[in-house]
């Protein structure tokens, strides 16, 4: 569940990880804790972290527990989903075998991608795998119509700024008359932990994408490409709150 304290008039939100007591809550923050003092008022929300899902996202950056970090005011999102949440039953999963045509001709003949699989870039610093999500995205949303959630983990400020811009130059995230990015059209949503935020964010962002992407398939029955960059960065997240936590790693260094 999720508490919430004020940190020099901002919202601090904490995700309970441990009762040690009868009163007393070991909590991974969600953005920085410098400036909490001791014994200061928390208040328990008595639910999970919800994010803002639907076509309000759409154009939009958000951070780990949905507010815009964009500075283009609320986001204006009617409903909220929280971010842990159960997997489809087997069963209800489609088993028809089909290929999602990219557009990118090598992909689509060397290494063809199956609709409703995962796929994962691996590569050294700089060869270019953020380019090819990029242009992934964009031929899907021009292709296909389809809607596209990226999850940044870890990323440094620049990429994330970089992809944004670039998108907007695209066409992916649309714009109004007066040149300034609007959420109607938009075929991408943007969540950002980046590589300067607590682990507890980084470690919880991926699940606020996911939560975004799962309504897009869930409610509006639409085929939703995410993406999670970097995945590597997001397991080492993880390892950094079990080390927080006070866990001891398995002898292989494996987070609990």
């Known amino acids: 569940s999720a508490l919430e304290t004020s940190n020099n008039g901002n919202r601090l939100v904490l995700e309970v990880a441990q ?29 999970q972290i ?6 309000k996202t759409l154009g939009r950056i958000l951070n780990v527990v949905g507010d815009p970090i ?3 005011g609320p986001v204006g999102a009617t409903q909220f989903a929280p971010i842990h949440a159960k997997a489809p039953e087997f ?9 999602l045509v990219t557009g990118i001709k090598v992909i689509d003949l060397l290494a063809p991608y199956a609709k ?30 389809g809607v596209s959630v990226f999850a940044g983990v870890g ?10 811009h670039e998108f907007l130059d695209a066409g992916v995230i649309a714009k109004d008359a007066d040149g300034n990015a609007t959420s109607e059209g938009s075929k991408v949503a943007l969540v950002y932990g980046q590589m300067n935020e607590p682990p507890g964010a980084r470690a919880r962002v991926a699940l ?3 939560t975004m992407a799962e309504y897009f398939r869930d409610q509006e029955g639409q085929d939703v490409l995410f993406f999670v960059d970097n995945i590597f960065r997001f397991t080492q997240a993880g390892s950094e709150v079990s080390a ?11 987070q609990p």
């Open 19 to 47: 009762h040690l007591g009868e009163n007393t809550v070991r909590t991974i923050a969600m953005d920085s804790t410098e400036g909490l003092t001791r014994g200061q008022a928390v208040t328990s929300t008595g639910a």
């Open 50 to 55: 919800s994010v803002p899902v639907g076509p």
């Open 70 to 72: 964009d500075e283009r």
């Open 91 to 99: 069963v209800d999963q489609s088993t028809e075998a089909a290929i």
């Open 116 to 145: 409703g699989g995962k796929i994962g870039l691996f590569g050294g610093a700089g060869v270019g795998k953020t380019v090819l999500i990029q242009e992934l995205i964009n031929n899907i949303a021009k292709g296909h119509g």
């Open 155 to 164: 990323e440094r400020t620049r990429e994330g700024n970089d992809l944004y």
């Open 208 to 210: 606020s994408g996911l």
């Open 244 to 254: 927080l936590l006070g866990r001891i790693p398995s002898a292989v260094g494996y």
